[in-house]
Structure formats: C-alpha cells, structure tokens
C-alpha cells in the first residue's frame, strides 16, 4: 500500500513539475496555448527569446506577438503546494527525490526518463543509489558489510583493467593502484599496502603541504598589504612631489618676474632721470650759446666802426656773457649705456642654465630612483654583465701625475707633470680621477688593478682639493682600497677591514634605487668581498686612485 502511495506520489510530482526547470512549479501560470509553467522560468525563457525577435512557448512553439502578461494560476498553485506538505509527511526522513541533473551523478537502479540523484556508491555493488535504493544497505545485514562512499561517477576508473577487481592496494614500488590479484601476479614481491594506509600517509603528507601553503598564504597576503599600502604612498607621495614642485617652481617664476620688473623699472627710472638732466643741460648750453651769438654780432657791428672814438667808448660799456664754454667742458660717455645691464642680465641667465644643467641629473635621478618594487639582487657574474656599460675617464678630473690611455680607460702614474690645462674639476691633492659617466639605476664594471688602488665611486661635488678630497674620507664617497695582501672599505673616515682572495680584478654591482655597492674578487670564481647597503641621493661617478708608485695601474675593462 505504500510502495502504490509512493508511486502515486511519484507520478503526482512528474505531472506537476515545470518542463524548464524540471522540479515543482514554483508561482505557476498558463499560457494561452495551455501550457503551464513556472513565473521565473517563463520569463527568463522569453527575455533570451525576445533578443532574437520571438516570443513562444517552450513546448509547443506557438508564437505570442505582443508578449502577453502573466497570470497566476491559483488552482495548480494549491495543488503543488498540498503536494509538497503531503509528500514530506508520507516520506521517510532520510528520502531525497531531487532528481539528478547534468552533473550530477545518477541512481544506476531507477529507471524511466528521470532519474533520481545519487547519494552513495557502494564500493562493493559498484553501484551508485539514491535514497529510496539506498535504504537495503542499511537494513539488510549482508548489504551492511559493504563500502559506502560519496556518489561518483568515475568507478571505470577505480576498476583494475586486468582483472575487473576494484583497486584497493597501493603498489610503493610503482607508486600506482592495484587490485588484491595484481600483488600476486605482476606486481608480486613490490612494496604494497592498502589504499587506506597509503591515503593516511599521503595525507600526512598532505597536511605538510597544506601547512605550507597556507603560511605562504599568510606570507602572501601580508606581502600583498604592504604592496598595496606602499602602491598608496607612492601615489600620495608623487602628488605631494608634484604639488610642492609646482609651487616652488611657481614661486622662482615668480621671483624671477619680480625681478624682471624691478630691472625694467630701474631702466626706465635711470632713463627718465638721465634724458631730465641732458635735457636740462641742453637747454642752458642753447641759452649760453644765444648769448654769445648776441655777443658775437654787437662786436661784429663794433668792429666795422669809423669812428675812432666812438669805437673806444662803447669797447669799454660790452661784456662777455656770464661763464664761459672753456670752463664748462661736457663729458659724454662712450656709447654703450644700457649694454652692461644686458650683459649682467645675459651673465644671470647663464648662472641660472648652468645650475639647471648640474641640478637636473639629480632631479632625474632622484625621480628614477622611485619604485615600489626592488628587483632580484643578481647571484652570479653572469647575472651582473646585463647591467654593463661603456665608462671613461674624464681627463678634466685627473690628477697631474696621471696619464690616461686606452681610449680614456686605463690610467697610470707618472712623476712627470702631463700639463693638463686648469679645470674646476681637476683633482689637486691626491692622483686619483673620476669617469665621465653618472651612474643611476642598475650599473655593472670590472676593474684590473696591479700594485695599490682604490676603487671608488663618488657624488659629482667631492671637493677637488684638501685632505678630505681623498676618495673614502668624506661622506660623498666610498672606497675599496685594494693591495696584494688585504682590502678595506673607507668611507666618511671609518675604515672597515675586509676579507677575500687576492685578486687583479675587481667587480662592482651597483643598485641606486636599492643603495646597494657591491665589490666582488673575479678570477675562476666570484666571490663577494663587502656589500654597502645605504641611501644614495644623487648619481654617482666611478672613480680610480693610485698609490704613488709607477707599478701602479689601473683599467676599466670594456665588457660592452
């Protein structure tokens, strides 16, 4: 009686259930051909039909134009749902009629067009049952004995080729499964345990790995906040840069107009004053001359007189005008004026170039050296070479006593003077000279050394002379001071002692953005002889010193 109940209930469910989605009608409404289904379905059904210019039903294929409304279907509604409250309590707790779809796997013991969804798969029936065919296994004593796991459809897969047995061994040796008949046949003396003792194992295993992974994770996720956090600095930073730079820029501009000003004004007023006082004195020397022209035409007149007497007598009562042009002499000066006001503005312009000229690469390099990634510190010599580039010696920076030769790359020390002409940058005190080249960014180059040399780099404004000019013994550069038996690394006085192999050749890695100098001995193999891990604030310039002594040389090898 139950078993037809069941079935009845079972044929109620199909003949209620909605042919799109194939469950229970949920909100039921009929079309105008009949046809009935659920108000979401439909409506989904119609909007992809509507893109492609129709509106049918799904069954029957009868066109709608224009797209009718909906109604409810109250009837069919009660229906499903007294359905639904008869059908949980006339089935058992455990009962699950959901039926399976498409990826789902599906009860291999029901039959007809739909079939229910799996629960289980008895590893022994090799067999995969829903609820309702799953109920033996768990009252029949025999059926209890079997394995249940969770529904799968790949048994074929877990099934030895060989002899159809399911595979529950582990061959070690082989590291496969294998059925119960393969340890006696081919696989006979290997290494072999139950698939559940080699699961326990691999699943120690497992939980290692899933350990580290999830603290890599963790690694990951609070390198990832720090990423993110450092990606908002950096642009908070480059709007603040961008703000205060325009702002001092705006303000030279500014200073820069004000002055133009005050010189214009200044021209004008130094005119206006020096054109009054010309002016002034055109117009007393015009005076004096119409005096002594009324002057000169009464002694003219005079001088052609007859009468003796009268002549005397009237000599006697004519002066000469007040002053005289002897006494006034007129200086004017040689005609270049307002020239030298041009020539002291032209010389401020070229002030102002020239120090955009020796700011601007620190500017740049300063800007470049911004990131918020730092790449991978090369391991090897061969990771350095890509970071290769052409050096020369600048022979305005040499010292007297050096001689510079192969293409400006090798530089010797010689006692006689090689009359290099005066420069600002020539270094006075001490033999050492500096590459033409500023260094930003990622650099690479070797040097070949024989007898003492320092190897340096250095800021551009190191002092030229005074003691403290010394490469290493101030705070613009560092020195690795090389010697057949030892090294130290010298930098703003302090002296550090290091250790490595006698080498004639030395490479030096730089990294600006990261402030990192490295030296390394080159020979048969690298090896690192001291890191410097600092902050450089402007470019920086290679440079070379020698010991006084003419065994003393050294060379910028060309690897580009």
Known sequence: ??????????????????????????????????????????????????????????????????????????????????????????????????????????????????????????STCLASLCSTHLQPHYTVPVLKKHKLVSATAQLQEKMCSSHDKLMEV???TDQQCICYLCTMDEHKGHDTVSAAAERAEKQKQLDVSRQKAQQRIQEREKEIEKLRQAVEDLKSSAQTALEDSERIFTELMASIERRRSEVKELIRAQEKTAVSQAE??????????????????????????????????????LSLPAGSLESQSIVVHPPRFFRDVTDAVSDLRDKLDDIMKDTWPRIS?????????????????????????????????????????????????????????????????????????GLSGRCYWEVTLSGGVDIAVSYKDIKRSSHVSMFGFNDKSW???????????????????????????????????????????????????HKVNTSFTQPLYPGLRLWYNTRDVAEVMKLW
């Open 1 to 122: 009686m139950a078993e037809q109940q069941e079935q009845g209930l079972l044929l109620d469910r199909d003949q209620l259930c909605c042919s799109v989605c194939l469950d229970l009608f949920n909100q039921p409404v009929t079309l105008l051909c009949g046809h009935s289904y659920c108000k979401d379905c439909i409506e989904s059904h119609w909007d992809t039909d509507e893109e492609k210019g129709v509106c049918s039903c799904p069954q029957c294929r009868q066109i709608f134009s224009p797209r009718p409304a909906l109604v409810k279907n109250n009837v069919l509604a009660q229906i499903v749902e007294n359905l639904k409250t008869t059908g949980n309590q006339q089935a058992s707790p455990s009962a699950d009629v959901s039926y399976a779809g498409p990826t789902d796997v599906a009860c291999d013991f029901c039959t007809g067009t739909r079939l229910r969804k799996a629960l289980k798969t008895c």
């Open 365 to 437: 390099s300063t800007v470049s050296a911004v990131d918020v990634l730092l790449s991978p510190e090369p391991k090897t010599r061969e990771d350095c070479l890509p970071y290769c580039r052409p050096l020369t010696l600048d022979v305005n920076s040499a010292h007297q006593n050096l001689s510079l030769s192969e293409e400006n790359r090798k530089v010797t020390l010689t006692w006689e003077d090689s009359n290099y002409p005066l420069h600002t940058d020539r270094f006075t005190d001490y033999c050492q000279v500096l590459c033409q080249e």
């Open 170 to 172: 582990c061959c070690r």
């Open 479 to 529: 020195s690795l001071r090389c010697s057949e038996c030892r090294y130290r690394l010298i930098h703003n006085g302090v002296e550090t002692e290091v250790s490595g192999p006698s080498t004639s050749r030395v490479g030096v890695f730089l990294d600006h953005k990261a402030g990192v100098l490295s030296f390394y001995s080159i020979s048969d193999t690298t090896t690192l002889l």
């Open 280 to 317: 002034e004195l055109l117009l007393q020397l015009e005076e004096e001359i119409e005096k002594w022209r009324r002057s000169d035409s009464e002694l003219e007149q005079l001088s052609h007189t007859d009468d003796h007497i009268y002549f005397i007598q009237k000599f006697k009562s």
